[in-house]
């Protein structure tokens, strides 16, 4: 069984920075992309940023010049790191990633909760 497990979360200041984290665990033969998505309070779900596993990242233009995201593709683990965060940015987090084990599927974490207080 193939789980995905965020960390990371928190309340931070306007201006301040937080770095996510997500662990892919169980039997896994590759992962292809991964990426992060958020959902505000009475929002859908909306993509944050994307990377293929050869590197290549997508971002939402609401976050470009502000995030970024990595991979650690040893470790089966994908990062974002968020800088100059805004109230707006205040969503829970999901990761998600598409694994090939058994069979190829998407999978989705738990969600992280980020605050960013004015």
């Known amino acids: 069984q193939v789980q995905l497990v965020e960390s990371g979360g928190g309340l931070v200041q306007a201006g301040g920075s937080l770095r996510l984290s997500c662990a892919a665990s169980g039997i896994i033969f590759s992962i292809n992309a991964m990426g992060w998505y958020r959902q505000a309070p009475g929002k859908q779900r909306e993509l944050v940023a994307t990377i293929t596993s050869g590197g290549r990242t997508n971002y939402a233009d609401s976050v470009k010049g502000r995030f970024t995201i990595s991979r650690d593709n040893a470790k089966n683990t994908v990062y974002l790191q968020m800088n100059s965060l805004k109230p707006e940015d205040t969503a829970v987090y999901y990761c998600?990633?598409?694994?090939?084990?058994?069979?190829?599927?998407?999978?989705w974490g738990k969600g992280t909760l980020v605050t960013v207080s004015s």
């Open positions: 998600n990633a598409n694994i090939q084990h058994w069979v190829i599927g998407d999978y």
